[in-house]
């Protein structure tokens, strides 16, 4: 299970367009199985208060990240089977000591680099994950030696406690590990920027731009090491190296990300106007936290309902909130009907959805689906001016108007809810007109291409592939999944 944070399982991209993750023990395998960590060591440091000198060496078996990282910090544990320190003390000659297995603790961080591999798809840069091993200056150093423990007492005569030589010891390996990091020689990951959409599918999607971070959990399997992308040539400006504790669904190995702003900017927002007949885009605008949708202006005329004898009775669209919160995606409408002069009904709806993987039974391909989780009936209300009062027959008349305006709000939100799933299978917002009777149903488009898009250009070493386990909409729309390391 992964941590939580106070916001509970809350999956937050903090800005980033989209989000991999994995768990830290899937990556710290995957470098004991490509063998990247260095194998051996020398490394010499001097006392300038001392004078002492002291070389140190030894053999490495293989790195890995451990527990105390955050952010852009990463934390290795760099085991070595046996150290040899020897030395010379002014007034007391050369020493030497010979200690067995224990392990440096270091601080490190990651950087993307370019490389000249043309991808498969013909287009995009790859860009490898790997150590920063270079400073931006000659006198930065890249890593920082945290602590040396476990080397006990030297096995030579004069059963020297590590303790005593810790220091000196460090303060050369610091020496060795600035200089030589490049050796070690992990790729993390593998991402194709600016890979060109076919046919502006799925282009929402695509990276533009990369980072990385990391984040602790009580256990290396329960912490988590994430991919961290901007599409569309979106600026990153301003952005912290953060990833969500929650980025992995329980279940899963792996979970991809996508932020509510995208999906409510390129999916829900140019499908409103089919939602609410009568209305633009323009009359509706992000929240302050770009999670959901408001009305613009305040309230709109949408298209009028008519009652049974064919009359017109204009209706307008009074409140509106879209929200993506609470694992829901929640429409809360209130319409206004004039049933005649100086007589308005209303109605308040509160609709609310949620995500799930679906097996089609007739292609045998997973899909998703949408499910109705409302749990709030629809109310309705009749107001009347000062000095003007209704008839029974004017009553039926707001009754019926009340019912087809109620139909409108929930059908609506079902609208909203299908959005959602059909713009992220099919890729682009314009084509869920033509694609939106097929929500549900074993005509759903496959997930296939999603993947392919959204996780495709994003490949931590030696994944195999990335099948979905579940998918729901966490805040972000999140999808768990097994990566399927070869090993």
Not at 11 to 22: K, L, N, R, S
Request: overall charge negative; some cysteine.
């Amino acid at each position: 299970m992964i941590a939580q944070n106070d916001e509970g399982l809350k999956a937050d991209t903090y800005g980033w367009d989209t989000v991999f993750a994995i768990r830290v023990d899937d990556v710290n395998a995957t470098i004991k199985r490509k063998g990247t960590s260095p194998n051996t060591f020398a490394a010499s440091t001097q006392d300038p208060h001392t004078a002492i000198a002291v070389d140190v060496s030894g053999t490495f078996s293989d790195w890995q990240i451990t527990l105390g990282g955050s952010g852009k910090l990463i934390h290795m544990q760099t085991p070595v089977t046996a150290l040899k320190a020897s030395g010379t003390i002014p007034g007391a000659g050369p020493v030497a000591f010979t200690f067995g297995a224990g392990s440096f603790e270091i601080e490190i961080q990651l950087q993307y680099v370019p490389h000249t591999e043309t991808p498969a798809t013909g287009s995009g840069t790859f860009h490898d994950l790997k150590v920063r091993h270079t400073g931006a200056s000659p006198q930065e150093q890249v890593v920082t030696v945290l602590d040396a423990y476990g080397f006990g007492t030297s096995t030579d005569p004069s059963a020297t406690p590590f303790e005593s030589v810790v220091d000196d010891v460090k303060a050369a390996m610091q020496n060795w590990f600035n200089a030589n990091l490049i050796d070690f020689e992990h790729v993390f990951a593998t991402v194709n920027l600016n890979r060109t959409a076919d046919q502006g599918l799925f282009a929402w999607l695509l990276p533009t731009y990369s980072s990385y971070a990391y984040v602790d959990g009580p256990t290396l399997d329960s912490s988590v090491l994430g991919i961290l992308c901007m599409t569309e040539n979106r600026s990153a400006d301003g952005l912290d190296q953060e990833i969500s504790p929650n980025a992995i669904p329980q279940g899963a190995r792996a979970g991809f990300l996508i932020a509510p702003e995208r999906f409510v900017t390129e999916i829900l927002w140019p499908s409103m106007a089919i939602v609410y007949k009568g209305t633009q885009p323009g009359n509706f605008a992000l929240n302050s936290d770009k999670t959901g949708l408001d009305l613009a202006n305040g309230e709109v005329t949408i298209d009028s309902l008519k009652d049974s004898d064919g009359n017109s009775h204009e209706t307008v669209l009074q409140n509106f909130e879209l929200t993506t919160s609470d694992q829901l995606l929640t429409v809360d409408a209130t319409t206004r009907v004039q049933v005649s002069p100086g007589i308005h009904a209303f109605t308040h709806t509160v609709s609310s959805y949620g995500l799930a993987l679906h097996n089609n039974t007739s292609s045998g391909k997973q899909s998703i689906y949408y499910v109705d989780k409302s749990s709030i009936p629809p109310a309705h209300w009749t107001e009347e001016s000062e000095g003007v009062e209704i008839t029974k027959i004017l009553e039926g008349v707001a009754a019926a108007l009340c019912t087809l305006a109620i139909g409108v709000a929930t059908d609506g939100a079902a609208f909203a809810a299908a959005a959602i799933v059909m713009g992220i299978l099919s890729g682009v917002g314009s084509k869920i007109p033509d694609l939106i009777a097929a929500a549900n149903t074993d005509d759903s488009p496959s997930i296939d291409l999603l993947v392919f898009n959204s996780v495709g250009p994003l490949q931590w070493t030696d994944q195999a592939d990335f099948n979905l386990v579940n998918v729901s909409l966490n805040y972000s729309v999140q999808m768990g999944g097994i990566p399927n390391f070869n090993g």
